[in-house]
Every structure is written in structure tokens, then in C-alpha cells.
């Protein structure tokens, strides 16, 4: 079942985050995100903000 909409302005940037999910890439999730978004967990607290956490 094809469920991806070509020419949705977010359906790139979607596919990208999930690619870099499936990848393991950090640093390519980290550039989806815009400096204000806000990602849900299952089971864990939501993130704020596309800041790298310091080690």
C-alpha cells in the first residue's frame, strides 16, 4: 500500500527522519527538526527544542 504523497511539502523531510531513524544517524534525524519542534516518545516525555544535548 502506497501511502506517501509526493509533492506534500513534508512528505521529503518525513521520509528523511524516518531514513536516518532506520539508519541509526543522528545527525541527519537532527536535521529535520526545526529549533522549535517538539517530539513525543511512547513511554517517555516529550523533547523541546532541536539543541543537541551536551554529553
Known amino acids: 500500500m502506497l501511502l506517501c ?3 506534500h511539502p513534508f512528505s521529503k523531510v518525513i521520509q528523511t ?4 531513524c532506520n539508519s ?3 545527525a541527519l534525524m537532527m ?3 526545526t529549533p522549535d519542534i517538539v ?3 511512547v513511554a517517555h516525555s516529550a523533547v523541546v527544542g ?4 551536551e554529553a
Open 5 to 7: 504523497q509526493d509533492g
Open 24 to 26: 541509526q544517524d543522528f
Open 50 to 53: 532541536a539543541e543537541t544535548p
Open 17 to 20: 527522519y524516518y531514513q536516518s
Open 31 to 33: 536535521s529535520t527538526f
Open 39 to 41: 517530539h513525543y516518545f
